[in-house]
């Protein structure tokens, strides 16, 4: 590893984090970090990030298919629709993290996106509304990557001002980072820049 960069088993560099492991290197590689304004794509990787609060975001992955099965594709009327057999199907469901606060924030995730459709605006429209300015330049090193920054904070706040939880700064950042909100990639990383 140099400076938050690590050469893969395949001679290409990208980010520390991703390792080797198959499904980490095809996350990033195809997916942290590219904008996507998709408002079921925006859902699904809010309500994960909150189910990786405690956890590493490899344990998320590995379960994200059972996730997307027990959770009807993150289809957001299908979600905001369930009522308390669902959760209890769900604290059933070994293929995915069990844990009723969490799901019930998906449940309530699920809701708020739909109180934004009604008033003409959408999830995306307001996770968005809370994405910084470009950086002038790529990120160097490990050291740059913030934990969580004054844009998480604002979105961390709206969010919970709207009934939102496992929304914290930090969980936000992680999202913002994942959605492509913001560029983490570093200097060196193939995927680093446009």
């Not at 959760?87 to 739909?114: F, M, N, P, W």
């Amino acid at each position: 590893m140099d400076g938050g960069l690590r050469t893969g088993a395949d001679g290409v560099v990208r980010c520390w984090w991703c390792g080797d492991d198959p499904l980490y290197v095809d996350y990033h590689d195809h997916e942290w970090g590219r904008p996507t304004r998709d408002e079921r794509d925006v859902f699904e990787l809010l309500a994960l990030e909150g189910f990786q609060a405690g956890l590493a975001w490899i344990t998320i992955l590995r379960k994200r298919e059972a996730f997307r099965a027990a959770f009807h594709g993150f289809d957001i009327d299908a979600v905001a629709a369930y009522e308390e057999p669902d959760i209890e199907r769900l604290l059933g469901d070994a293929g995915i993290v069990r844990h009723r606060g969490k799901i019930q924030a998906t449940i309530d995730l699920a809701r708020l996106s739909q109180e934004l459709r009604a008033e003409g605006s959408s999830l995306s429209e307001l996770v968005w509304s809370h994405a910084p300015e470009s950086r002038p330049a790529p990120l160097a090193t490990l050291a740059e990557i913030p934990a969580h920054t004054s844009e998480s904070a604002a979105l961390s706040k709206a969010l919970k001002a709207r009934g939102a939880r496992f929304v914290g700064p930090t969980i936000v950042y992680a999202f913002m980072q994942s959605a492509g909100m913001v560029d983490d990639h570093l200097i060196g990383c193939h995927r680093c820049g446009p």
